[in-house]
């Protein structure tokens, strides 16, 4: 809660907390802003003028999460999923959900088949584990779409620098296929390897 959530729960205005303080009130506004943090011993006053604890009023002033403290966050929870997806694990949705944490992370990669190769640029894979589609997308805006149907299966094949592979059975062609395609029983096998 911000001191300015404590004022206002207690019905008090900056004049008046400002006064009770004995400071002046852009003094109290720039705490509220964050511009200003006051001392130890103003935010014993502030707990005792607004009968809390110290600790709500200390935790008011708290630094908040940076950008890096949630970029770190994001790469470990990513390489819990990564661990979970390594250890034997053929889970598509998991994979689906990694792809969703790659995409906030900026991660590039490859995909192969045979002689083809396609680099993407770009992960779009929507809201964690809300994902049923991941698109791999180059700087030209050519795609490779897999979704939760058109995946047969997943096997991590190595996880090492960074560099994580995958082999993934689809059920429709992704890189161009020869005359003898046959809808009902075609299977590709893919390798994609996401950059870190």
């Not at 802003?33 to 009968?51: H, T």
């Not at 045979?114 to 964690?128: H, L, N, S, Y």
């Amino acid at each position: 809660m911000s001191l300015r959530d404590l004022r206002l729960s207690k019905k008090m205005t900056q004049e008046k907390l400002a006064e009770e303080l004995l400071v002046q009130v852009p003094t109290v506004r720039k705490w509220e802003q964050g511009k200003a943090i006051p001392s130890f011993n103003d935010m014993d006053k502030i707990a005792k003028i607004l009968n809390v604890k110290i600790e709500e009023v200390t935790s008011a002033f708290a630094p908040k999460e940076t950008k890096r403290q949630k970029d770190i966050e994001q790469r470990n929870e990513m390489a819990g999923y990564i661990e979970e997806l390594f250890d034997g694990s053929s889970d598509i949705v998991a994979f689906l959900y990694l792809s969703s944490l790659f995409e906030v992370t900026g991660v590039r990669g490859v995909v192969a088949y045979e002689d083809a190769v396609f680099p993407f640029t770009k992960v779009i894979a929507g809201k964690p584990g809300e994902s049923r589609a991941v698109v791999l997308m180059d700087k030209y805006n050519n795609r490779v779409v897999l979704t939760k149907t058109n995946i047969i299966c997943i096997t991590p094949v190595s996880w090492r620098y960074n560099v994580f592979n995958y082999e993934i059975k689809v059920n429709c062609p992704i890189f161009p296929i020869n005359d003898d395609y046959n809808p009902d029983s075609f299977e590709q096998t893919i390798r994609v390897s996401f950059f870190y």
